[in-house]
């Protein structure tokens, strides 16, 4: 139980172009996502914390305007990337938490902008 | 100084040997995670403990409070173990998960 289908798994896009990542909660409801993303060899960064029905809380140096997060649903929260350049190629991951266990993960989304 | 250490950074051990990797925090925690994380990127849940020890399979998990250190065991190794071992620790009322760098492991056939 508590998965997080994340899509898509792989996005290659044009620079300047915008690019959205879905996150739905399939047998639970997910109150709370958090978004990460994450450089090769490097850990997991949080970028922001979304809530279903309210704004989401950005880190520290993350540009709100150009990693848009809306939380729409108990079930579903996205990610948009827009405008999207190179230096923003990463691989993005969500999580939710659960109660029972602690968290439960995406699969990620590896974004390559070309 | 990191608020999550872990070691070692990367372990290469043989099919079969007993494996350790070490976790340290100096925050305060409600949890302590280990994450496993696989070459493709997808992250796994192991073990949320907040006391004493855990075990699923080949897999143990331990931690002492007050030394504020969490240890990740596997028995038997096999080269599917092969991943990114994660510790994190949760703060619990800030709801955010501090990651260690992660120990990079590879059981060799």
């Known amino acids: 139980g508590a998965v997080v289908s994340q899509h898509p798994s792989r996005v290659i896009c044009k620079s300047g172009t915008s690019v959205k990542i879905e996150c739905r909660s399939l047998d639970f409801q997910a109150t709370t996502m958090f978004w990460y993303r994450q450089f090769p060899k490097q850990s997991l960064m949080l970028m922001a914390t979304s809530n279903e029905g309210s704004k989401a809380t950005y880190e520290q140096g993350v540009e709100k305007d150009k990693f848009l997060i809306n939380h729409a649903s108990l079930t579903l929260s996205t990610l948009t990337v827009t405008s999207a350049h190179p230096e923003d190629s990463s691989f993005y991951i969500c999580s939710a938490r659960v109660s029972t266990y602690g968290y439960t993960f995406g699969s990620g989304t590896r974004l390559t902008v070309v | 100084k990191n608020e999550v250490e872990q070691s070692p950074q990367n372990l290469t051990a043989q099919e079969g040997e007993f494996i350790t990797i070490n976790c340290s925090y100096s925050?305060?925690?409600?949890?302590l995670h280990w994450l496993q994380q696989h070459p493709g990127g997808g992250i796994v849940s192991l073990f949320m403990?907040?006391?004493g020890k855990k075990k699923h399979g080949r897999l143990i998990a331990t931690i002492n409070i007050q030394e504020k250190h969490s240890s990740l065991h596997i028995t038997a190794s096999h080269p599917r173990d092969s991943a990114v071992y994660i510790c994190a620790a949760d703060g619990g009322a800030t709801n955010k998960l501090i990651f260690g760098t992660g120990t990079l492991l590879a059981v060799q056939p």
């Open positions: 403990l907040s006391s």
């Open positions: 925050v305060g925690i409600s949890a």
